[in-house]
């Protein structure tokens, strides 16, 4: 399966806080996005960074991507309680028709 | 802007019948998806229509089929549930290859 996995699988932080999420996948990608997913709801885009980045910015997001570790992160800066939520990576198959998402990491932001 | 709408929300099936999930979407994109969500197992991909008139397998196709109606609409069908078929499941389209997926809310399924 070329499924990735996030880590950690839960993180706990107080409002304010940086929260660091790591993605690690399996094959070669054409990109890889984040998603977000709030208790009982869809999933919603957030960022996209192709293979060929190393680093991409959207707002309080900061994605990382190393290739050569086939691993990437997501950092959210001064977080906030409405952060609260699911954070999925997504790798794509090589017709980038597929997207392969991890287990999910789940973040809560204490007020 | 409805986006991607999923029907039904929820639903109860006895093991053994049949139901079709479906799925439109209002953003003329060309690729549309089903996926599962278990707890612990993040989505798996079930089946997807890269263009309208095709359908591929996904990761666990096994107990489902599916049908892109036409460029809007792509149904999931159950021909006879089984409890290990409870879950979440999402529809999703994109505009294309390597572009970002739009969800629907997601319809919960329990088989019982």
């Known amino acids: 399966s070329q499924q990735g996995e996030e880590d950690p699988q839960a993180l706990s932080i107080q409002e304010g806080e940086n929260a660091t999420m790591n993605c690690s996948y399996k094959?070669?990608?054409?990109?890889l996005q984040w998603y977000r997913q709030n208790s009982g709801r869809g999933l919603v885009h957030l960022i996209l960074?192709?293979?060929?980045?190393r680093e991409k910015h959207s707002g309080r997001l900061r994605v990382t991507l190393d290739t050569s570790k086939k691993s990437s992160s997501l950092l959210i800066t001064a977080s906030r309680a409405a952060d609260t939520a699911s954070y999925f990576c997504?790798?794509?198959?090589?017709?980038?028709?597929?997207?392969?998402f991890g287990t999910g990491t789940s973040l809560t932001v204490i007020p | 802007n409805a986006g991607v709408t999923q029907t039904p929300k929820f639903q109860v099936l006895k093991t053994g019948q049949s139901m079709t999930l479906q799925c439109a979407q209002d953003?003329?994109?060309?690729?549309m998806y089903w996926y599962r969500q278990d707890p612990g197992m993040g989505l798996r991909l079930i089946y997807y229509?890269?263009?309208?008139?095709?359908?591929d397998k996904g990761e666990v196709p096994n107990g489902y089929n599916v049908s892109r109606l036409n460029k809007r609409e792509f149904s999931l069908r159950l021909e006879s549930a089984a409890p290990s078929q409870t879950s979440v499941y999402f529809c999703?389209?994109?505009?294309?290859?390597?572009?970002?997926?739009?969800f629907g809310q997601g319809t919960r399924l329990t088989v019982v």
């Open positions: 094959t070669s990608i054409n990109n």
């Open positions: 999703a389209s994109s505009a294309g290859p390597w572009t970002e997926a739009f």
């Open positions: 953003m003329n994109h060309n690729s």
């Open positions: 960074i192709r293979s060929n980045e």
């Open positions: 229509s890269a263009s309208e008139g095709t359908t």
């Open positions: 997504a790798t794509d198959a090589s017709t980038g028709n597929q997207f392969y």
